[in-house]
């Protein structure tokens, strides 16, 4: 089954692949790792807004999570020139979590993406990862999660 096949069983989908909000390219490619940007927690609506501790929940933030593991995959897409087939592996995602100072779920935020990621790709979602507080994010968001890949 392929990843756009599960995404549907999931009642989900990847949305495009978000332009760059300042003086950044989304993705570059060295050899066969590709390192994505940090992408913001967004959907249809727009940002996902929050602070986790203080107006969101951790099931909240994991959703957030995993709006930014969309967004990481509709990137490696476009690298991709459209084939998610060239996707190897998921190598390691750092997650920043706009955090009070006593919140301290920050993994069972970032597992929104993780869980996913598995749920889509099998071992090949299974990678290394840092769950880190921020005092803020840009534009307010709950998330930003960036990527490490291989690709073929």
Request: hydrophobic share 45%; net charge negative.
């Amino acid at each position: 089954m392929t990843i756009d096949q599960k995404l549907t069983d999931l009642g989900l989908a990847l949305p495009d692949a978000p332009a760059p909000a300042a003086n950044y390219v989304p993705f570059v490619r060295v050899g066969t790792t590709l390192y994505v940007s940090g992408q913001i927690s967004s959907d249809a609506s727009g940002p996902i807004r929050g602070k986790l501790g203080e107006s969101l929940t951790v099931e909240q933030g994991a959703a957030a999570a995993q709006r930014c593991a969309l967004s990481l995959l509709a990137q490696v897409r476009a690298a991709c020139d459209g084939d998610l087939g060239r996707l190897e592996r998921v190598v390691k995602l750092t997650g920043f979590v706009n955090s009070t100072g006593d919140f301290t779920d920050q993994p069972k935020v970032i597992n929104g993406a993780s869980d996913l990621l598995v749920e889509l790709l099998g071992d090949k979602g299974r990678h290394a990862r840092s769950a880190v507080s921020a005092a803020a994010l840009p534009l307010g968001v709950a998330v930003e999660i960036e990527g490490i890949f291989e690709i073929r």
